[in-house]
C-alpha cells in the first residue's frame, strides 16, 4: 500500500487553505455589506397627532376647509359613507382603533388610516406620498390598504362584490341620468347626429350611438 508523498501533502494543505482564504474574503465582504459600514435607516419622529388635527380641520368639522363636494372629488364617496364605512371597520377591525404602545405614544387615528387607504384606490397615490400630509410612512401606508381591502371584502362580499341585478341596473342607470343628464340645447353640435335617445320600458332612458 502506498502512502501519500510529501509534496500530495503539501498540495492538498495549500489548496485547501486557498479555499479557506476565499471564504473568509467573501465573508468578510459580506460582514462589511451588512454590517457597520452599511448606511443604517434614519427614524423620522412623525408627528401624527398634528397630521390628525390637520386632518380633521380639513375636513371633518362643523365649517373645514373643504365642502362636501371637494370632499367628494378628493376621496371618490361622499363624507356621510366615508364616516358610516370608518364606523363599521372600527368595530370590525382591531387593527384600524386607536391604541398605545409600550412607550405612551398614540397610534393613528382610524381616520387616518381609512384616508390613506382611499386615497390609494381613488387616485392612484403611491403610499410615500402620505409621509407629509399623513405624517405616515409608507411601510404603514400599505398596510392600511391591505387590511382596508380585506375587511371590506369581508364585510360588503355578499351584498355589493356580486353581480348587479336588473334592480341595481336601474338604479344605476336613475343615478347615472341625474349627475350627468345634459339638455338637448346643451349638447355640442358636432355631437347631436351621432348620439340617438332610446327609452326603454320601465327603464331610465340613455344615449346610444
Same mark, same amino acid.
Given at each position: 500500500?502506498?502512502?501519500?508523498?510529501?509534496?500530495?501533502?503539501?498540495?492538498?494543505?495549500?489548496?485547501?487553505?486557498?479555499?479557506?482564504?476565499?471564504?473568509?474574503?467573501?465573508?468578510?465582504?459580506?460582514?462589511?455589506?451588512?454590517?457597520?459600514?452599511?448606511?443604517?435607516?434614519?427614524?423620522?419622529?412623525?408627528?401624527?397627532?398634528?397630521?390628525? *388635527?390637520? =386632518?380633521?380641520?380639513?375636513?371633518? !368639522?362643523?365649517?373645514?376647509? /373643504?365642502?362636501? +363636494?371637494?370632499? &367628494?372629488?378628493?376621496? %371618490?364617496?361622499?363624507?356621510?359613507?366615508?364616516?358610516?364605512?370608518?364606523?363599521?371597520?372600527?368595530?370590525?377591525?382591531?387593527?384600524?382603533?386607536?391604541?398605545?404602545?409600550?412607550?405612551?405614544?398614540?397610534?393613528?387615528?382610524?381616520?387616518?388610516?381609512?384616508?390613506?387607504?382611499?386615497?390609494?384606490?381613488?387616485?392612484?397615490?403611491?403610499?410615500?406620498?402620505?409621509?407629509?400630509?399623513?405624517?405616515?410612512?409608507?411601510?404603514?401606508?400599505? *398596510?392600511? =390598504?391591505?387590511?382596508?381591502?380585506? !375587511?371590506?371584502?369581508?364585510? /360588503?362580499?355578499? +351584498?355589493?362584490? &356580486?353581480?348587479?341585478? %336588473?334592480?341595481?341596473?336601474?338604479?344605476?342607470?336613475?343615478?347615472?341620468?341625474?349627475?350627468?343628464?345634459?339638455?338637448?340645447?346643451?349638447?355640442?353640435?358636432?355631437?347631436?347626429?351621432?348620439?340617438?335617445?332610446?327609452?326603454?320600458?320601465?327603464?331610465?332612458?340613455?344615449?346610444?350611438?
Amino acid at each position: 500500500m502506498e502512502f501519500p508523498t510529501n509534496s500530495f501533502l503539501q498540495d492538498t494543505n495549500s489548496s485547501s487553505s486557498s479555499d479557506n482564504d476565499t471564504l473568509e474574503f467573501f465573508e468578510k465582504a459580506y460582514n462589511e455589506l451588512e454590517g457597520s459600514n452599511r448606511p443604517k435607516k434614519k427614524m423620522v419622529d412623525r408627528d401624527r397627532i398634528h397630521a390628525n *388635527e390637520v =386632518l380633521i380641520e380639513d375636513y371633518f !368639522v362643523e365649517n373645514p376647509v /373643504y365642502n362636501a +363636494e371637494m370632499f &367628494r372629488d378628493h376621496f %371618490r364617496l361622499p363624507k356621510d359613507l366615508f364616516l358610516k364605512i370608518v364606523g363599521y371597520i372600527e368595530v370590525s377591525k382591531e387593527w384600524f382603533q386607536e391604541y398605545y404602545d409600550g412607550m405612551g405614544k398614540r397610534s393613528f387615528t382610524p381616520t387616518q388610516k381609512f384616508t390613506s387607504a382611499i386615497r390609494q384606490l381613488a387616485i392612484s397615490n403611491p403610499p410615500h406620498q402620505f409621509d407629509e400630509y399623513l405624517a405616515m410612512s409608507d411601510r404603514t401606508s400599505r *398596510e392600511c =390598504l391591505q387590511f382596508f381591502c380585506h !375587511v371590506i371584502i369581508k364585510l /360588503y362580499a355578499k +351584498e355589493f362584490l &356580486r353581480k348587479p341585478t %336588473r334592480h341595481d341596473i336601474a338604479c344605476i342607470y336613475a343615478a347615472h341620468e341625474a349627475r350627468w343628464h345634459l339638455e338637448w340645447r346643451n349638447c355640442p353640435r358636432e355631437l347631436r347626429v351621432a348620439y340617438f335617445r332610446v327609452t326603454l320600458k320601465d327603464q331610465p332612458s340613455y344615449l346610444k350611438r
